[in-house]
């Protein structure tokens, strides 16, 4: 991994709990409870250089897709910083970005059959955690 | 307390860091937290509560948690 995407990997390890990490890690996304709160009843998949997705996390339905971006002089931030500054942002400013992003229904830019698959890697990878947690 | 921004090609670049409580890093700290937000960027600092992870947007260096470990600006976001 080039030395700058792995300072980025480390600055977004050092933010978010270790759980979203390893999310990240693994699967490659993160999911972001809407408004911070689990119970909410939505939340975000958070991809680098992707839209957010926003979905009901029980049903799985997808919402919408948010286009948003994070450009300094033209260029692109790293991977990591890219997710990191979504999550600060939806973590402190959630309305502003959702209203700032461009809106479009699922499907716009990314596969809803692979989002969906996505959805199935995160909960197979949540029940393997809490099986492990429960192991121990 | 590290002021850090995040930078495309390099990841995150240290621009300060200091004591808040001695008055010399404090000065050091404020004017570089205002030159940021001045060149527009968002401020965050993540924050852990209750064993949670979360992050609170601020615009003055007075919101700033005292026992904050880093501050973190970024481009603002815009529509994609």
Redesign the interface.
């Known amino acids: 991994m080039e030395?700058?995407?792995h300072?980025?990997r480390e600055?977004l390890r050092?933010?978010?709990?270790a759980e979203?990490f390893d999310a990240y890690d693994r699967l490659g996304f993160l999911s972001v409870p809407g408004r911070?709160d689990p119970s909410s009843g939505y939340a975000y998949l958070v991809y680098p250089h992707r839209?957010l997705i926003a979905y009901e996390t029980r049903t799985g339905r997808l919402l919408s897709e948010y286009?948003?971006?994070?450009?300094?002089?033209g260029?692109?931030?790293?991977d990591a910083?890219d997710v990191?500054?979504k999550?600060?942002?939806l973590?402190?400013?959630e309305r502003?970005?959702i209203a700032?992003?461009?809106l479009n229904p699922p499907g716009h830019q990314l596969d809803p059959d692979h989002v969906r698959r996505d959805l199935a890697r995160l909960a197979e990878w949540r029940a393997s955690r809490h099986l492990d947690s429960a192991a121990r | 307390m590290k002021l850090v921004r995040m930078r495309p090609g390099r990841g995150d670049v240290l621009l300060a860091e200091g004591d808040p409580d001695v008055a010399e890093d404090e000065e050091r700290l404020i004017e570089a937290f205002r030159r940021q937000l001045d060149l527009g960027m968002w401020a965050a600092v993540p924050t852990a509560q209750h064993g949670r992870r979360e992050a609170v947007m601020v615009r003055d260096f007075a919101e700033v948690p005292r026992d904050a470990e880093r501050v973190v600006f970024y481009p603002p976001a815009s529509g994609g």
């Open positions: 030395a700058v995407e300072r980025a600055l050092a933010a978010l709990a979203d911070g839209p286009c948003v971006r994070f450009r300094d002089a260029g692109r931030l790293p910083d990191l500054a999550w600060l942002a973590q402190g400013r502003e970005l700032t992003a461009n």
